[in-house]
């Protein structure tokens, strides 16, 4: 798209976020381009769509803009969840081995500890100053399940999250070992994805899949369980600067 039509676009979704009351102040271009990509370049959508996310995020996300370990200490001590990177094009590598995941009675505490991980994710892409456009590619690992490990209201949870409230942020997604007691279910998830996610998404089947995620993720981010050289780090462990984007 030539710049000059992006201005434009851009200008529209400033109008009409004030239209809804709201502001754009503070916001540079890369994070209200993320709006406009996710909804096709429709100012008067991108803008319902960024209010709605700052709507969301104030009532989510109390200041000082973050979701402490302490207040997803259950689902961290599940040890479930790795972040590994930078890949080769720079971004964090999220790793969630499913075989250590159990369905959540309590949605609430849920969705947080989704937010706490892509907040966290996002944090550490993070050089020095906030862009507005930085992405994260994600490893989900199938391997070892049983039907104890099966959720699909989970499931969907963390997609929508992510495709309403984290527009254009991940950038791949690699499904690693899925079993035939997960197909059914993920069909049953395809429903609620948005066709920009779906293209996002690879399941690894064969060793031309493989040598392509080894390629695009890059041998020293990726763990050794998946043909990488680095070692597993526990999301609990990585410290960083920022605690949140």
Same mark, same amino acid.
């Given at each position: 798209?030539?710049?000059?039509?992006?201005?434009?676009?851009?200008?529209?979704?400033?109008?009409?976020?004030?239209?809804?009351?709201?502001?754009?102040?503070?916001?540079?271009?890369?994070?209200?381009?993320?709006?406009?990509?996710?909804?096709?370049?429709?100012?008067?959508?991108?803008?319902?769509?960024?209010?709605?996310?700052?709507?969301?995020?104030?009532?989510?996300?109390?200041?000082? @803009?973050?979701?402490?370990?302490?207040?997803?200490?259950?689902?961290? =001590?599940?040890?479930?969840?790795?972040?590994?990177?930078?890949?080769?094009?720079?971004?964090?590598?999220?790793?969630?081995?499913?075989?250590?995941?159990?369905?959540?009675?309590?949605?609430?505490?849920?969705?947080?500890?989704?937010?706490?991980?892509?907040?966290?994710?996002?944090?550490?892409?993070?050089?020095?100053? =906030?862009?507005?456009?930085?992405?994260?590619?994600?490893?989900?690992?199938?391997?070892?399940?049983?039907?104890?490990?099966?959720?699909?209201?989970?499931?969907?949870?963390?997609?929508?999250?992510?495709?309403?409230?984290?527009?254009?942020?991940?950038?791949?997604?690699?499904?690693?070992?899925?079993?035939?007691?997960?197909?059914?279910?993920?069909?049953?998830?395809?429903?609620?994805?948005?066709? *920009?996610?779906?293209?996002?998404?690879?399941?690894?089947?064969?060793?031309?899949?493989?040598?392509?995620?080894?390629?695009?993720?890059?041998?020293? *981010?990726?763990?050794?369980?998946?043909? @990488?050289? *680095?070692?597993?780090?526990?999301?609990?462990?990585?410290?960083?600067?920022?605690? *949140?984007?």
């Amino acid at each position: 798209m030539e710049e000059s039509q992006e201005e434009l676009a851009l200008t529209q979704l400033r109008k009409s976020v004030e239209k809804l009351s709201s502001s754009t102040e503070g916001y540079e271009k890369p994070t209200l381009m993320r709006f406009l990509i996710a909804r096709s370049m429709n100012p008067n959508k991108a803008a319902k769509m960024f209010v709605d996310w700052q709507k969301w995020r104030a009532s989510m996300i109390p200041p000082p @803009g973050c979701i402490p370990d302490s207040e997803v200490k259950d689902e961290l =001590e599940t040890r479930k969840m790795f972040l590994q990177g930078p890949t080769k094009s720079g971004q964090p590598l999220v790793v969630c081995k499913v075989s250590k995941h159990f369905p959540s009675k309590d949605q609430l505490p849920f969705k947080k500890f989704l937010v706490h991980v892509l907040d966290k994710s996002i944090a550490s892409a993070i050089q020095g100053k =906030e862009v507005g456009d930085e992405k994260v590619a994600c490893l989900i690992d199938l391997q070892n399940i049983t039907y104890k490990n099966l959720d699909a209201r989970g499931t969907i949870t963390g997609f929508q999250i992510l495709q309403a409230y984290y527009p254009e942020r991940l950038s791949k997604c690699y499904i690693l070992h899925m079993p035939g007691i997960f197909v059914t279910l993920w069909r049953f998830v395809c429903r609620f994805l948005d066709k *920009a996610t779906k293209e996002k998404i690879v399941i690894v089947t064969d060793a031309e899949e493989q040598q392509r995620l080894e390629e695009e993720v890059g041998l020293d *981010a990726l763990p050794e369980e998946y043909g @990488g050289r *680095a070692k597993l780090t526990a999301f609990q462990d990585v410290l960083l600067p920022l605690a *949140a984007p």
